[in-house]
């Protein structure tokens, strides 16, 4: 189609959010004519979201920059099962506990991206276990089951992957696209969500609950999906040498999740300026065509404004003042990451191998020490000669030693009782 008449397809289209949709006409339509609600589901699995998630997130804030109402749905219920797509085996099950406080840390998550309240186009969030858990198994089959054949949900990708392996699909994972599906159908009943967003491994369940609202409520509902975000070098998103890029504070500090934005490869920056941040597109596209030692200039701008978003504007600040203090001045800045050791275990003797580990800039004792070898680590500015040799109290400097790995990664430990 031309270019969409809605601020909101508009806006999608033009940063690079768009992989597919249902019916891109009639939503352009529907989406000009007032304001929306539409929803992308996010299961409880962990008790925060990373940056693997974020082109959803934003997906949501923009619609409501444009005038719609987002509607956060935190899957309760479908948690207990787990998505399998595009997996290789079956989540762990979790227990309801667990999935509470996950769906706690969710919501501190989303609180910094998207207005929560009562009007018209403020965010909600609901949890599709309060109509999932109160189902009866024998009258959903009956009522919801017919609208299901095996021969389609055979031929889904996701589905098929797995059977081509030879991987084991349960029966209890097999459900899991008809509760998804039963999800889109009770949201445009009870919350009048007429779009379902999410990834492009989403799209196949996606499309059941638009097939399931028109057979049994004669309901038009839309679907748009995002693609699916790799970095330059081919990489998912959301994943590094040391684990995930965590959302929460709690699990990745401000300072570390700055830096990985910090720390992108060159031909990733325009882009993920487009996606990760506000920035008008006439200053993207300048600073997507610096090149060089300039395109620090951008990296520096992209970690600003993306850090800005998840925890605020001083966190931000103090982020890029932390890097400035560490790499321009050398000095031990406290907005480093940082670990304890109590003083016994240093007494008792530990190699600087395992404080490697310990302090997540290594996974292994064979890594530190090609670490080592290479001429990669530092103990307190010092290049380290032998990955087994003792730390001792003699290292200390100011109660703390500092660990070094590369140029950019950086861990205080700090030695207490």
């Keep these: 189609m031309s270019t969409p008449k809605s601020e909101f397809l508009k806006t999608l289209t033009e940063r690079g959010f768009i992989h597919q949709c249902t019916d891109l006409a009639a939503l352009d339509e529907r989406l000009s004519a007032g304001a929306v609600a539409a929803y992308i589901g996010f299961d409880a699995t962990a008790d925060s979201l990373h940056v693997g998630s974020l082109v959803q997130i934003m997906t949501l804030r923009w619609l409501q920059k444009c005038g719609h109402k987002p509607v956060v749905l935190i899957g309760g219920g479908t948690s207990q099962i787990g998505d399998p797509s595009f997996r290789d085996a079956s989540r762990p099950l979790l227990k309801a506990e667990q999935i509470a406080r996950n769906a706690t840390g969710l919501k501190q998550v989303f609180s910094r991206y998207l207005t929560f309240g009562d009007g018209p186009t403020d965010a909600v969030m609901v949890d599709n276990a309060d109509w999932l858990d109160p189902l009866r198994y024998l009258p959903f089959l009956r009522d919801f089951g017919t609208h299901f054949t095996i021969n389609r949900m055979l031929s889904f990708e996701s589905v098929r992957q797995r059977l081509e392996r030879e991987q084991p699909l349960t029966l209890l994972e097999f459900n899991y696209m008809v509760l998804q599906a039963f999800d889109f159908l009770e949201l445009s009943r009870h919350h009048a969500c007429v779009l379902q967003m999410g990834g492009s491994d989403q799209w196949g369940n996606i499309v059941n609950g638009i097939e399931l609202a028109r057979r049994i409520d004669q309901r038009q509902l839309f679907g748009l999906t995002t693609p699916l975000i790799t970095t330059s070098a081919g990489s998912k998103m959301g994943k590094t040498a040391n684990g995930a890029v965590w959302l929460n504070a709690a699990k990745l500090s401000p300072y570390e999740f700055w830096q990985f934005w910090r720390n992108v490869e060159d031909d990733d920056v325009a882009r993920f300026l487009r996606l990760f941040t506000e920035l008008p597109l006439d200053e993207v596209h300048r600073l997507g065509q610096l090149k060089g030692a300039k395109i620090n200039e951008a990296k520096h701008i992209l970690a600003m404004e993306a850090t800005k978003l998840a925890h605020g504007e001083e966190a931000a600040r103090v982020a890029a003042d932390t890097a400035r203090r560490t790499f321009e ?89």
Aim: no cysteine; net charge positive; glycine share 12%.
């Design 329 to 417: 001045e050398g000095e031990n800045a406290a907005g480093l990451p940082r670990i304890g050791l109590p003083k016994y275990e240093l007494d008792a003797g530990v190699t600087v191998a395992q404080l490697l580990i310990r302090a997540g800039l290594s996974t292994s004792k064979s890594e530190a020490r090609r670490l080592v070898l290479n001429n990669g680590a530092r103990l307190n500015g010092t290049l380290v000669q032998d990955a087994d040799s003792h730390v001792t109290a003699a290292d200390l400097t100011g109660g703390a030693l500092k660990l070094t790995v590369g140029k950019k990664r950086h861990v205080l430990v700090h030695v207490g009782e």
